[in-house]
């Protein structure tokens, strides 16, 4: 099982690494715009790309320390498998919060209805100001966020999983060596 330790954990932190770094710009633009045009669809909205921009942050500088560590060898207690699976378990609850959320915060989830040249979008949709033309590109790029949201927390999952399966296999003892002299 070391060998497969040695080569799924980088990947799995690079990729979440990676996703939260996507995750990060677009949730960034996208508060940016909001906050240009001061055209939020509520205030639930607005918060939910707060905790997704919160998230992405959060993920982006752990999961870019776990994988120095990783690839290190570091032995301290910040790079110890202990704390890689609390992280793992607190990241992916964050994401898990905030993808569901998301979810429900949106107004619909095709976009192909929003006519991008007409200039006039419903007014429960994400983006319902009449002067905004790029409607069907705000509708598709808050879909990414979310889709961005699921992948990272499926992501957290199946790293988590495999630390802690990793872990029951492992034929290495986790117990001091002082205490099995007494």
């Known amino acids: ?5 040695a080569h799924y954990h980088p990947i799995l932190f690079a990729l979440i690494t990676v996703c939260a770094m996507a995750e990060l710009g677009l949730a960034a633009f996208l508060i940016s715009a909001g906050n240009e045009n001061n055209n939020w669809p509520s205030g639930r909205y607005h918060s939910v790309l707060i905790l997704f921009e919160f998230n992405a942050v959060w993920t982006t500088l752990f999961g870019t320390a776990y994988l120095l560590w990783i690839i290190d060898g570091a032995i301290h207690f910040l790079a110890s498998i202990a704390s890689s699976i609390i992280w793992l378990l607190v990241t992916t609850i964050l994401w898990g919060a905030a993808a569901g959320v998301m979810h429900r915060a ?3 989830g095709n976009c192909n209805w929003i006519s991008a040249t007409s200039g006039f979008v419903e007014g429960n949709s994400l983006c319902y100001l009449p002067q905004d033309l790029s409607s069907a590109s705000r509708c598709k790029e808050a879909l990414s966020v979310e889709a961005i949201g699921w992948i990272e927390f499926a992501l957290c999952v199946l790293t988590l999983l495999a630390t802690c399966m990793w872990v029951r ?7 001091s060596e002082y205490s099995k002299l007494a």
Do not use: D, E, F
């Open 1 to 5: 099982m070391p060998y497969i330790k």
């Open 106 to 108: 949106r107004a619909g």
């Open 169 to 175: 296999t492992s034929k290495r003892s986790y117990v």
